[in-house]
């Protein structure tokens, strides 16, 4: 517990400046009415930051509620059996209570909610798992939790919209433009200029204006120090490549800061390089930090295809017995294509695949 | 003064009125506006995402995107006509990122207009854009909404070019039923400071609430209430609505 409290301390090293950019990246693209609330939210967080209390609450419901820290798991069997030369470690964000990596995001924020005093949380959710994390916290600290989530999302993901409404949650189906994540989070920003006074807005990606790229990647970033100590007890050394999908990248963040803030050309070469994958998530857009890492060569970014990720998904549950979700079985795509040549290939399972097994059978057909 | 600016006549509250370009026949209907007597004319730019309007506005930009609306079609398009009015574009910042700032304000230029209000371009954010305009002698139009702080108000103010929209409600575009109380003392202090003009925008749907607000702004806006007219009811009765509302005025 003593090293989970340890998350949330010490400076912020990387970007973002003051106005939350990450070079030409980031900043706020919102309607006035909101600025006020994102300064507050601002003033909060860096509050709540430096706070023992916050912290301990955290810390404590990360590792007794949540069920912090996650393992690291070592793949033998499939690396054996597609004959790779390298080692692959399975960063178990999968085993997270709720069943993904969202959690770590959501206590940290509906925590802030409640300390701010705000008694009703808003969210968005694509494929049902932030907004699921997010009923979750609001039902355990007794706050009204309102999910915006896209028609098609909602007749796609039906299981998770009817763990939202068990949890006490209210969703709310968005049918404006594409009926996806898009209009979701279109749809929680008007009901935030509408509320602003009363209400939370809890994102789910590294994504939207400042501070919330800076506020998830804090709270997400535990995955990556975990990492960088299991992997000293298992290897005695850090991981060649960390592999992770990016939607709106909140996962890939946090597995891959702890990594990219060190000097990316180490002299005692620990680290080669930081490979993200696309997860093909209903959402055209990046965190400001990912199109930032990229541009500054910190990280790189590659796609995957369907066929690809659906045979990494078939590999993995028939070699390991574990089944990941679909965005989490492209990150493993791309690190076993990687594991042929590097020597410590570590891949953040970011979820399970409970959630995607109807588009997963169908596909498999 | 810009030429904005002085489309706000002394002693007189002036009448701003909102058209989504691309919805329906925007020249007749731009034409039809400035006929009926409106003293400045926004000039809708449709986008696919736009997080400060209501359901009505929303529908009226997928309609002009659907029927093949662009930025630069909508531009041109006010770009032929004689208007008697001074024509601001309103619309949101991505549009004009991918576009880019300078060839977006040479854009408003050639088509004649006189600026641009962008609801999601906050004073942190705005400098570039308002630069840009500035070189094509064109005016960036800030907003300040309820939840704005004095010292801030007043700070957006003195970037303010053209007028100060401030945002009636916390909200999105649409018509209210009533107003907020406070309204007229925001409205007050937001003028004391402000070097230029205020307009109110955002609920103001009916002849008695544009009544009720004469003298207390130097401007209305009337935009929900308009386009929901033009698209239900034609062009004749959008202009007849202009004109009971600037008979109140």
Same mark, same amino acid.
């Given at each position: 517990?003593?090293?989970?409290?340890?998350?949330?301390?010490?400076?912020?090293?990387?970007?973002?400046?003051?106005?939350?950019?990450?070079?030409?990246?980031?900043?706020?693209?919102?309607?006035?009415?909101?600025?006020?609330?994102?300064?507050?939210?601002?003033?909060?967080?860096?509050?709540?930051?430096?706070?023992?209390?916050?912290?301990?609450?955290?810390?404590?419901?990360?590792?007794? *509620?949540?069920?912090?820290?996650?393992?690291?798991?070592?793949?033998?069997?499939?690396?054996?059996?597609?004959?790779?030369?390298?080692?692959? *470690?399975?960063?178990?964000?999968?085993?997270?209570?709720?069943?993904?990596?969202?959690?770590?995001?959501?206590?940290?924020?509906?925590?802030?909610?409640?300390?701010?005093?705000?008694?009703?949380?808003?969210?968005?959710?694509?494929?049902?798992?932030?907004?699921?994390?997010?009923?979750?916290?609001?039902?355990?600290?007794?706050?009204?939790?309102?999910?915006?989530?896209?028609?098609?999302?909602?007749?796609?993901?039906?299981?998770?919209?009817?763990?939202?409404?068990?949890?006490?949650?209210?969703?709310?189906?968005?049918?404006?433009?594409?009926?996806?994540?898009?209009?979701?989070?279109?749809?929680?920003?008007?009901?935030?200029?509408?509320?602003?006074?009363?209400? *939370?807005?809890?994102?789910?990606?590294?994504?939207?204006?400042?501070?919330?790229?800076?506020?998830?990647?804090?709270?997400?970033?535990?995955?990556?120090?975990?990492?960088?100590?299991?992997?000293?007890?298992?290897?005695?050394?850090?991981?060649?490549?960390?592999?992770?999908?990016?939607?709106?990248?909140?996962?890939?963040?946090?597995?891959?800061?702890?990594?990219?803030?060190?000097?990316?050309?180490?002299?005692?070469?620990?680290?080669?390089?930081?490979?993200?994958?696309?997860?093909?998530?209903?959402?055209?857009?990046?965190?400001?930090?990912?199109?930032?890492?990229?541009?500054?060569?910190?990280?790189?970014?590659?796609?995957?295809?369907?066929?690809?990720?659906?045979?990494?998904?078939?590999?993995?549950?028939?070699?390991?017995?574990?089944?990941?979700?679909?965005?989490?079985?492209?990150?493993?795509?791309?690190?076993?294509?990687?594991?042929?040549?590097?020597?410590?290939?570590?891949?953040?399972?970011?979820?399970?695949?409970?959630?995607?097994?109807?588009?997963?059978?169908?596909?498999?057909? | 003064?810009?030429?904005?600016?002085?489309?706000?006549?002394?002693?007189?509250?002036?009448?701003?009125?909102?058209?989504?370009?691309?919805?329906?026949?925007?020249?007749?209907?731009?034409?039809?506006?400035?006929?009926?007597?409106?003293?400045?004319?926004?000039?809708?730019?449709?986008?696919?995402?736009?997080?400060?309007?209501?359901?009505?506005?929303?529908?009226?930009? =997928?309609?002009?995107?659907?029927?093949?609306?662009?930025?630069?079609?909508?531009?041109?398009?006010?770009?032929?006509?004689?208007?008697?009015?001074?024509?601001?574009?309103?619309?949101?910042?991505?549009?004009?990122?991918?576009?880019?700032?300078?060839?977006?304000?040479?854009?408003?230029?050639?088509?004649?207009?006189?600026?641009?209000?962008?609801?999601?371009?906050?004073?942190?954010?705005?400098?570039?854009?308002?630069?840009?305009?500035?070189?094509?002698?064109?005016?960036?139009?800030?907003?300040?909404?309820?939840?704005?702080?004095?010292?801030?108000?007043?700070?957006?103010?003195?970037?303010?070019?053209?007028?100060?929209?401030?945002?009636?409600?916390?909200?999105? =575009?649409?018509?209210?039923?009533?107003?907020?109380?406070?309204?007229?003392?925001?409205?007050?202090?937001?003028?004391?400071?402000?070097?230029?003009?205020?307009?109110?925008?955002?609920?103001?749907?009916?002849?008695?609430?544009?009544?009720?607000?004469?003298?207390?702004?130097?401007?209305?806006?009337?935009?929900?209430?308009?386009?929901?007219?033009?698209?239900?009811?034609?062009?004749?009765?959008?202009?007849?609505?202009?004109?009971?509302?600037?008979?109140?005025?």
């Amino acid at each position: 517990m003593k090293e989970i409290g340890s998350i949330l301390s010490g400076e912020t090293l990387a970007p973002p400046d003051a106005r939350g950019r990450f070079g030409e990246y980031g900043g706020r693209f919102v309607p006035e009415t909101l600025i006020p609330a994102l300064d507050e939210l601002t003033r909060a967080w860096t509050a709540a930051r430096a706070d023992a209390a916050y912290k301990v609450e955290l810390a404590v419901l990360l590792e007794t *509620y949540a069920g912090r820290p996650t393992p690291l798991f070592r793949a033998e069997r499939l690396a054996r059996e597609l004959g790779l030369k390298g080692r692959v *470690y399975l960063k178990r964000e999968d085993l997270l209570h709720t069943g993904a990596h969202k959690l770590n995001n959501t206590l940290g924020q509906v925590l802030l909610a409640r300390r701010m005093g705000k008694r009703r949380v808003i969210a968005e959710t694509g494929a049902g798992q932030h907004g699921v994390a997010t009923a979750t916290v609001c039902a355990l600290l007794g706050l009204e939790c309102i999910v915006y989530m896209g028609e098609l999302d909602v007749a796609r993901q039906a299981p998770n919209v009817s763990r939202m409404q068990l949890l006490g949650a209210e969703v709310r189906p968005v049918t404006a433009g594409s009926r996806t994540l898009k209009d979701a989070m279109n749809e929680a920003i008007r009901d935030w200029v509408t509320n602003v006074r009363t209400t *939370y807005y809890c994102i789910g990606s590294a994504a939207g204006p400042h501070p919330y790229p800076v506020m998830v990647r804090e709270l997400q970033k535990v995955i990556g120090e975990e990492i960088a100590r299991q992997a000293q007890d298992a290897e005695g050394r850090l991981p060649d490549a960390v592999v992770a999908c990016v939607g709106g990248g909140s996962n890939a963040i946090g597995a891959l800061h702890r990594f990219v803030r060190e000097p990316s050309q180490d002299d005692e070469g620990q680290l080669g390089e930081s490979h993200s994958i696309s997860a093909g998530l209903d959402y055209p857009g990046v965190g400001p930090e990912h199109a930032w890492l990229k541009e500054s060569g910190r990280a790189s970014y590659t796609t995957c295809t369907d066929a690809a990720a659906l045979e990494a998904f078939s590999a993995l549950a028939r070699a390991e017995g574990i089944i990941p979700a679909l965005e989490s079985a492209h990150a493993l795509s791309a690190a076993l294509a990687e594991a042929g040549r590097a020597r410590l290939i570590l891949v953040n399972l970011s979820g399970r695949g409970d959630k995607d097994l109807g588009t997963i059978l169908e596909a498999l057909k | 003064m810009s030429r904005l600016s002085d489309a706000f006549p002394k002693g007189r509250t002036a009448l701003v009125c909102y058209v989504m370009g691309g919805d329906g026949d925007t020249a007749a209907l731009l034409q039809a506006v400035d006929e009926a007597g409106a003293d400045v004319i926004e000039l809708g730019l449709p986008f696919s995402d736009p997080i400060a309007d209501g359901p009505v506005l929303q529908a009226a930009a =997928t309609r002009a995107l659907f029927s093949g609306a662009t930025v630069r079609g909508v531009l041109a398009t006010a770009g032929k006509l004689r208007l008697r009015a001074p024509v601001v574009a309103m619309g949101y910042m991505n549009p004009v990122e991918r576009m880019g700032a300078a060839a977006f304000a040479k854009c408003l230029r050639d088509s004649g207009l006189c600026g641009a209000i962008i609801p999601d371009l906050p004073m942190e954010e705005a400098q570039p854009l308002r630069d840009a305009l500035s070189a094509q002698g064109l005016d960036l139009v800030p907003l300040v909404a309820p939840t704005t702080p004095a010292e801030r108000a007043t700070a957006i103010a003195r970037t303010a070019r053209g007028f100060v929209y401030y945002v009636s409600v916390t909200g999105v =575009t649409g018509a209210r039923a009533s107003l907020p109380e406070d309204l007229e003392k925001r409205l007050a202090e937001l003028r004391a400071v402000s070097p230029v003009p205020v307009a109110v925008g955002f609920g103001i749907s009916r002849p008695e609430q544009a009544a009720a607000l004469k003298g207390k702004a130097d401007g209305i806006v009337v935009g929900t209430a308009l386009v929901k007219t033009a698209h239900e009811s034609g062009v004749k009765a959008a202009a007849d609505f202009v004109r009971s509302l600037r008979a109140v005025l």
